[in-house]
């Protein structure tokens, strides 16, 4: 982290010092859990708990200085120090800012590069965040997001964990609204910047498909006329982000657009479900070959953003396409593959869900199911607005038309989904509706068999993740009454 006094962040926060102006914290959290000796507390409002009310417990985990909107007053009726602001988030936003500048500076001054990577897209930020991170971290020190920290306080966070040593710094962008990414982009200036699509996630919150295109688009306004915008040009809404964008546009393509300097020529995938391609690259390298580890043909879009993000970055086509060709999932839940010993396959990729991503998904079940009996255990897809039935029966109707053996249901906010694939023609034991988790454990738990395919997809605050984790568990025996319970 970047080093700033107690004095500084007042300053750079526009916020009252209540503290020893010479304290110089060490890091920055916003959980009292995750404190420790010489952090920084930010101690920021929420939706279901107020920050303030954790400050002693920060204070007693070893934090030494704490960001509030209001002073906080200890057992001995003393504040706790402070740089008291107006807004605990927006000050987190103005000092990460500040670090940026301050990174970049040092760099500079001692002649060496930085470069600021920042990511948008409707689906698959986080696997090109992940293995851009994998690429560039063969280059030299890379500082990434843990997890999806893309929003207005995970992207703040990112950024405290560089500091003069970063190489490269990769910031993913989430938006739920218009001006969120603009605010973001001007917090880190972004050298270069990747726009992976434009789907129907959170419509319902964006008032549609053409205000998302709007937001996503901040990014590449956000560019330096140095910079380099990376544009999917398989995506008509992110092709046309070229006009918006005053940075030098290098398009990629899965398939064969005029103009895109980076492609996948024969993509295909191998009996594991693997994508592989020769990548073409505006560098022109012969014998580019990328062979991913990552499960579903949807993935050659994110490794090809990754491998135009790298190259961008100064990294040579032979380093791109090794490191592709080894990564793995490096975050949860995204096409997670486990094997049971009793030969149940289960792949979770219920981190979130869009009606693109619940396609891709389903279609990877199908490729990887012949021969085998596939399960599509399905949740709510949220924030699609007054689409959400029309996108729910579609999924329904794609399940059914992709011959999955067995489709179970899970939750009200899905039921149109099975309503649909019974409407289809799946009846009978092939369609299942669960009302809750625990209905659709007990279900899976009793009826799998060894040699089937499980795939668990949901939208992140619906929870079948966590189902997932528990089938991929052993199975689990039902206990006799006479061991788990006393007999009347």
């Not at 959980?31 to 939706?47: F, I, M, N």
């Not at 915008?229 to 006009?243: F, G, H, K, P, W």
Request: proline share 5%; net charge negative.
């Amino acid at each position: 982290m970047i080093a700033f006094t107690a004095a500084e962040i007042a300053e750079i926060t526009n916020g009252r010092l209540d503290a020893d102006p010479e304290i110089t914290p060490l890091s920055v959290v916003t959980d009292s859990r995750e404190a420790t000796p010489g952090s920084l507390y930010v101690a920021k409002p929420g939706e279901y708990a107020d920050g303030h009310d954790f400050v002693g417990a920060a204070f007693g985990n070893g934090s030494t200085l704490a960001l509030m909107e209001r002073p906080v007053a200890g057992p001995d009726g003393e504040n706790y120090p402070a740089v008291v602001v107006e807004d605990a988030v927006l000050a987190m936003g103005a000092l990460a800012a500040e670090a940026v500048r301050r990174i970049r500076a040092a760099r500079q001054a001692a002649g060496q590069q930085f470069t600021v990577v920042g990511i948008t897209g409707s689906a698959g930020k986080t696997t090109t965040k992940d293995l851009l991170a994998g690429v560039l971290a063969t280059q030299g020190a890379t500082v990434a997001p843990q997890g999806s920290y893309n929003g207005e306080i995970g992207v703040p966070l990112t950024v405290f964990s560089a500091d003069s040593s970063t190489r490269y710094l990769v910031i993913e962008m989430g938006a739920t609204g218009i001006g969120h990414i603009r605010y973001l982009a001007d917090m880190v200036k972004p050298d270069i910047g990747v726009v992976l699509g434009v789907g129907t996630a959170h419509a319902g919150e964006f008032g549609g498909v053409g205000n998302i295109a709007r937001a996503k688009g901040e990014l590449v306004e956000g560019l330096s006329a140095t910079g380099t915008a990376i544009l999917n040009l398989d995506d008509e809404r992110v092709a046309a982000m070229r006009d918006r964008t005053q940075a030098t546009v290098l398009g990629f393509s899965a398939e064969g657009r005029t103009g895109a300097g980076v492609q996948a020529v024969k993509p295909d995938t191998n009996p594991a479900g693997n994508p592989e391609f020769d990548l073409v690259l505006p560098s022109g390298e012969p014998d580019l070959h990328v062979s991913s580890k990552l499960i579903g043909s949807h993935h050659v879009g994110n490794l090809l953003a990754a491998a135009a993000a790298s190259h961008a970055a100064g990294v040579a086509g032979r380093d791109i396409a090794a490191s592709l060709s080894t990564q793995t999932a490096a975050s949860r839940w995204r096409m997670e593959r486990t094997e049971r010993a009793d030969g149940v396959t289960i792949i979770n990729d219920a981190y979130n869900a869009n009606p693109e991503s619940m396609r891709a998904a389903l279609r990877t079940l199908a490729d990887l199911g012949r021969g085998r009996r596939t399960w599509a255990v399905l949740g709510a897809m949220l924030e699609l607005g007054p689409e959400s039935i029309r996108e729910h029966t579609v999924v329904g109707t794609q399940v059914v038309r992709l011959n999955i053996s067995r489709l179970v249901v899970v939750g009200r906010e899905a039921r149109p989904l099975y309503v649909s694939a019974v409407q289809e023609g799946s009846w009978g034991d092939e369609c299942s509706f669960a009302e809750t988790i625990e209905d659709a454990y007990e279900l899976l738990n009793a009826e799998l068999e060894p040699g089937d395919l499980v795939l668990f997809k949901s939208s992140n605050s619906v929870g079948l993740r966590h189902l997932g984790d528990r089938i991929a568990l052993p199975p689990q025996a039902p206990v006799p009454a006479s061991e788990g319970s006393e007999q009347l």
